[in-house]
């Protein structure tokens, strides 16, 4: 059995250090197998979140080697093992404790988000009828697993620090799923706009490269959020056309 | 809005604990794009050796003034002389990759470090992105859009000129060159976001509409691959000029295939 040494944040409420730990590694194994061990053998105190270990409940969120990934979901054999593999909290929520961040924030940005919205129901027993083609683009929002990644990755929040003005690639993915869907009648792009930040987005697509789930974020939920808000403050023709030609979403 | 209290731990330019080489994908993309615009800004001063035989530069694509061919004749005294024609024109499809939501990506992060890859540190703390002047002015790019879709009907029609060797049907490497441009542009164009979003994406149910679903489901298949052709397309707009501006001036020969 191989050697492989650990680099993992140790420390409380964002003061702290990295700490060293070497453990014996195997085939198979993925980051969180190596911290329980660090955590049997040398650590008794190290906080981790952790759930399933399937990659769906998007409990162990964490930076390795710098960029987002789920501890549960990252193979040993996909990182170099001659060099430390550094083990880090995500940077852009409140740190607790070792590599456990408070992300309760995003909870409150979600109770924001205007909710969904039906149309009157199609059938006199209150129900709807809805194609099978309308709901697969919505569909692919569905996989989300609020693991928080794409909110860690995108630099506005993790850099720029403005939690108070944009909710991030995560919301935009929940706000798209309402918006496109084909019973919702809402209209959020006002809140797009001016609470949400869907402009500050600049597209850099980030979110969707850390993304466990494989959602095209980017493309298939901010852009065509922005395209809407575009449709509704700066496209006059397209409002135009649309006011005419009684073309109804 | 809901508010978060996060320590404001700022990392500094370039620094982050990526362990690849982060620095590769930003550095081909400023050296590609760079490389582009001063090609194209050095083909577009140079106002001769646009033409040869059928071909016509993409760049000079409509010719509006300058030579005998030229749709309004020669240029106007209006028109200061080193206007060229390519130089009245190049501003609509050059605005229309400026605003593409491909391209921006690309350049935000190649040319203003903003950031300069994922989890890299920026140089700059005050941030506004695209929600107030300038960058709120990418909000345009449908109406390139328009303009681009205008030029892939003129470079058809160059085409279409280009098989045309003195009133005689015929196909020249020059011939396959431009055919390629224009299919590798057209591939970009109709991969476009904003084209994506009018022909469906506005739209929450497209069930019942057999037309306008399968040009949604045509263009998103275009659209995955955006980032691709938009690198192709740029390569092969460059080169349809280089090639015929190199046949115009003798160096290459144009061979013709029948």
New interface residues.
């Given amino acids: 059995m191989a050697t492989a040494t650990f680099r993992i944040w140790r420390g409380e ?2 003061q702290g250090s990295f700490q060293d730990y070497s453990t014996e590694v195997s085939a198979g194994m993925v980051i969180l197998d190596a911290v329980h061990q660090i955590q049997a053998e040398h650590a008794g105190d190290l906080a981790v979140r952790w759930n399933c270990k399937a990659g769906k409940c998007g409990s162990c969120s964490a ?1 390795i ?4 990934k789920l501890m549960c979901m990252t193979r040993l054999n996909s990182l ?1 093992l001659d ?1 430390p593999v ?1 083990v ?1 909290p995500m ?5 607790m404790k070792d590599l456990v961040t408070d992300v309760s ?1 995003n909870y ?2 979600k109770k ?1 988000i205007p909710k969904f919205q039906p149309r009157k129901p199609d059938a006199q027993d209150g129900t709807w009828r809805i ?1 099978p ?2 709901v697969d683009r919505v569909q692919e929002f569905r996989k989300c697993i609020e693991c928080y990644l794409c909110q860690d ?1 995108c ?2 929040l ?8 944009f909710i991030g690639p995560r919301f935009l993915v929940y706000t798209a799923a309402l ?4 019973l ?1 009648v809402g209209d959020r792009r006002e809140e797009l ?1 001016r ?1 949400f ?10 979110c969707t ?2 993304c466990p789930e494989s959602i095209t974020i ?2 298939n939920a901010i ?2 959020l ?3 808000v ?2 509704r ?3 006059p023709l ?1 409002k135009l056309f649309r006011v005419f030609s009684n ?1 109804k ?1 | 809005m809901s508010q978060v209290d996060v320590p404001l731990v700022r990392a500094g330019f370039g620094e982050t604990r990526r362990a690849d080489n982060w620095w590769v994908q930003p550095l081909f993309v400023f050296l590609g794009l760079s490389t582009f615009i001063v090609y194209s800004t050095w083909a577009a001063l140079q106002g001769q050796h646009f033409r040869f035989g059928p071909y016509l530069s993409p760049f000079y694509s409509p010719e509006l003034f300058g030579s005998a061919e030229a749709w309004f004749g020669a240029s106007p005294k209006w028109l200061p002389a080193w206007v060229t024609a390519a130089m009245l024109i190049l501003w609509a499809p050059g605005g229309f990759r400026v605003t593409c939501y491909y391209y921006r990506g690309a350049y935000y992060k190649a040319f203003w470090a903003d950031p300069p890859s994922c989890t890299v540190g920026e140089p700059r703390k005050k941030y506004l992105g695209e929600r107030s002047f300038p960058l709120i002015i990418q909000n345009i790019h449908r109406y390139f859009l328009y303009l681009a879709l205008i030029f892939l009907v003129l470079l058809a029609h160059d085409v279409w000129d280009a098989l045309w060797f003195d009133g005689h049907f015929g196909i020249g490497v020059g011939t396959l060159v431009l055919l390629t441009n224009l299919l590798l542009l057209s591939s970009y164009t109709f991969g476009c976001h904003s084209f994506r979003h009018l022909v469906g994406g506005f739209r929450d149910r497209l069930a019942g509409r057999p037309v306008r679903k399968l040009a949604y489901d045509c263009v998103s298949c275009f659209n995955r691959r955006h980032m691709l052709f938009a690198w192709c397309s740029l390569f092969s707009v460059g080169f349809a000029d280089l090639y015929v501006r190199l046949c115009s001036m003798g160096i290459w020969h144009d061979w013709r295939i029948f």
Avoid at chain 1, 91 to 95: D, I, M
Avoid at chain 1, 158 to 165: I, L, N, P, Q, S
Avoid at chain 1, 197 to 206: H, M
């Fill in positions: 409420r964002g930076e080697n710098g960029m987002p170099p060099k550094t880090e940077k852009a929520f409140p740190h924030w409150e940005v924001r194609a083609e309308d990755v630099h506005v993790r850099d720029h620090h403005m939690h108070d003005e918006e496109m869907h084909p919702d706009r609470q930040g869907v402009g500050l987005c600049n597209i850099t697509k980030c490269k850390v980017t493309d852009i065509p922005k395209e809407r575009v449709d403050f700066f496209d397209s073309s979403q």
